[in-house]
């Protein structure tokens, strides 16, 4: 049994004009993990997964994703290449139904009977959406819009699944019921790299976690071993 990275990322940075948003930041993926980014506000979580995806280019060092750096590769192409990123305040189109919008997600595929095969899978994992398939997008709860916007993103059929801030303004039941379902998206397969304001989730649902701070990695490790250090309990989780 061999573990595999999917992803590294050595050395990055990242500038917005003058503001460094990414300071040499190591990071790595294996095939399997669910892998937690924790971070104040600003500490440079988004950024990270933005330009995971494609969406901001580095100013230094390289993305590798199963070993070849994509750090120049479209965006269009890195979804190709089997990574989804599902963004911080969902960014589901709410005039089209639950249904439309799940096919906006599969657009890039050309295998169409793995397709339906990947709707029947989404409506398995979440079956409110089912129940809401023809309901515009826009009249859904907030957390049934963050299922929307994770079933789309698996309908890319991705090896690593980019996270977003799932929680954010979510009430807790509602959460703890979103990241078992990550839990089980998980399980069947797909590798998960999770941004979250609140470490105890991410801890609590993930393998490993690092965190940023202010643009750099301050720490990094077992989320077993994360959640007794003290450093993190003052910090992060509240005292
Ligand atoms: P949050 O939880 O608030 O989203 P974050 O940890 O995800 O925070 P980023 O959004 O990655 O942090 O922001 C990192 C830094 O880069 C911040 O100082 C932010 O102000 C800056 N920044 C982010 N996007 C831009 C942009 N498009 N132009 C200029 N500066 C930006």
Same mark, same amino acid.
């Given at each position: 049994?061999?573990? $595999?990275?999917?992803?590294?990322?050595?050395?990055?940075?990242?500038?917005?004009?003058?503001?460094?948003?990414?300071?040499?930041?190591?990071?790595?993926?294996?095939?399997?993990?669910?892998?937690?980014? *924790?971070? +104040?506000?600003?500490?440079?979580? $988004?950024? $990270?997964?933005?330009?995971?995806?494609?969406?901001? @280019?580095?100013?230094?060092?390289? *993305?590798?994703?199963?070993?070849?750096?994509?750090?120049? $590769?479209?965006?269009?192409?890195?979804?190709?290449?089997?990574?989804?990123?599902?963004?911080?305040?969902? @960014?589901?189109? =709410? @005039?089209?139904?639950?249904?439309?919008?799940?096919?906006?997600?599969?657009? /890039?595929?050309? &295998?169409?009977?793995?397709?339906?095969?990947?709707?029947?899978?989404?409506?398995? %994992?979440?079956?409110?959406? %089912?129940? @809401?398939? !023809?309901?515009? +997008?826009? /009249?859904?709860?907030?957390?049934?819009?963050?299922?929307?916007?994770?079933?789309?993103?698996?309908?890319?059929? =991705?090896?690593?699944? %980019?996270? &977003?801030? =799932?929680?954010?303004?979510?009430?807790?039941? *509602?959460?703890?019921?979103?990241?078992?379902?990550?839990?089980?998206?998980?399980? +069947?397969?797909?590798?998960?790299?999770?941004?979250?304001?609140? +470490?105890?989730?991410?801890?609590?649902?993930?393998?490993?976690?690092?965190? %940023?701070? !202010?643009?750099?990695?301050?720490?990094?490790?077992?989320?077993?071993?994360?959640? !007794? !250090?003290?450093?993190?309990?003052?910090?992060?989780?509240?005292?």
């Amino acid at each position: 049994w061999e573990v $595999t990275t999917l992803l590294k990322l050595n050395h990055l940075s990242v500038h917005y004009g003058a503001i460094q948003a990414l300071k040499d930041v190591n990071l790595h993926v294996e095939e399997g993990e669910i892998v937690s980014l *924790i971070g +104040a506000n600003g500490s440079g979580k $988004t950024t $990270t997964l933005r330009t995971i995806s494609g969406l901001e @280019r580095k100013s230094g060092g390289e *993305i590798l994703y199963q070993g070849k750096d994509i750090s120049k $590769t479209l965006a269009s192409e890195i979804v190709k290449l089997g990574i989804s990123h599902v963004p911080e305040g969902r @960014r589901i189109f =709410p @005039r089209m139904t639950v249904f439309e919008n799940l096919e906006v997600g599969a657009i /890039t595929r050309k &295998d169409k009977e793995n397709v339906a095969k990947d709707f029947q899978r989404s409506f398995e %994992l979440f079956p409110r959406l %089912l129940e @809401r398939k !023809n309901q515009l +997008a826009g /009249t859904l709860s907030g957390g049934e819009q963050q299922m929307l916007a994770i079933a789309r993103g698996l309908l890319a059929r =991705p090896k690593l699944l %980019l996270l &977003d801030e =799932p929680s954010m303004g979510l009430a807790p039941l *509602i959460v703890e019921e979103i990241f078992n379902i990550v839990r089980d998206i998980n399980a +069947a397969g797909t590798t998960v790299l999770l941004v979250e304001q609140n +470490a105890h989730l991410a801890l609590k649902y993930s393998n490993r976690g690092y965190i %940023l701070k !202010n643009g750099y990695i301050d720490l990094e490790g077992y989320s077993k071993d994360l959640v !007794n !250090n003290d450093e993190v309990k003052k910090a992060y989780l509240g005292g």
